[in-house]
């Protein structure tokens, strides 16, 4: 069980307004469409280990899945 529509857009909406006026927010999920389409910023961790940070600009499904499956990390060039 999730929560409802409505309710996430709510949420969604507060997010937002947090993140205007400057409060850092950390989210949490493996919902990546939910994650691409509120963050600024992508931190995606794999065995334990932070292997890659996007920026908006960067957003791309496949770059983050494949941080996400360890086939790229942030060291590489």
């Known amino acids: 069980r ?3 529509v409505g ?3 709510e949420i969604y909406h507060k997010l937002r307004e947090l993140a ?4 850092g927010i950390i989210m949490i999920s493996s919902d ?4 691409i389409g509120i963050c600024d ?6 065995q334990g280990q932070i292997t890659g940070e996007v920026s908006r600009n960067e957003f ?18």
């Open 2 to 4: 999730g929560v409802d």
């Open 7 to 9: 309710a996430r857009s």
């Open 20 to 23: 205007e006026v400057g409060t």
């Open 32 to 35: 990546l469409p939910e994650l």
């Open 41 to 46: 910023r992508i931190l995606v961790i794999h």
């Open 60 to 77: 791309s499904e496949e770059l983050i899945l494949a941080y996400a499956a360890g086939i790229k990390n942030r060291n590489q060039h």
